[in-house]
């Protein structure tokens, strides 16, 4: 599946290293004091918000199960947002049925 760089979390995390690295470069670059803090400023703000952006996407909600089954069955956590555990328990089990009707087909 092809992802757009900016929708893919990995991505947007491997270009905020990249702009830490920048920021680190920067403060070794041979220039004045201001120049290298400012630069090193501007690298720093672009990794923070791409980390941001980055757990935005992380966190997204869906309210269909199948795409949270999925997400289960790649190895990730999902959280489920409940009232109570009568509701938790209620979302547990459609995910475990929808598991074995997927699995029997």
Do not use: C, F, K
């Not at 979390?9 to 491997?14: G, I, T, Y």
């Not at 720093?44 to 791409?50: E, G, K």
């Not at 949270?68 to 947002?81: C, E, F, K, M, P």
């Not at 555990?85 to 979302?91: F, M, P, T």
Request: glycine share 2%.
């Amino acid at each position: 599946m092809n992802h757009h760089r900016t929708r893919n979390p990995s991505a947007l995390r491997e270009r905020a290293s990249a702009h830490r690295a920048m920021a680190l470069a920067a403060l070794r670059n041979d220039s004045s004091l201001s120049v290298r803090l400012r630069r090193y400023n501007h690298h720093m703000s672009s990794a923070r918000a791409l980390e941001a952006i980055a757990e935005r996407l992380e966190a997204t909600t869906t309210r269909d199960p199948r795409t949270a089954l999925s997400w289960l069955q790649s190895g990730q956590s999902v959280h489920i947002d409940a009232v109570n555990l009568a509701d938790q328990l209620r979302h547990v089990r459609a995910l475990a049925t929808l598991e074995t009707g997927e699995a029997a087909q």
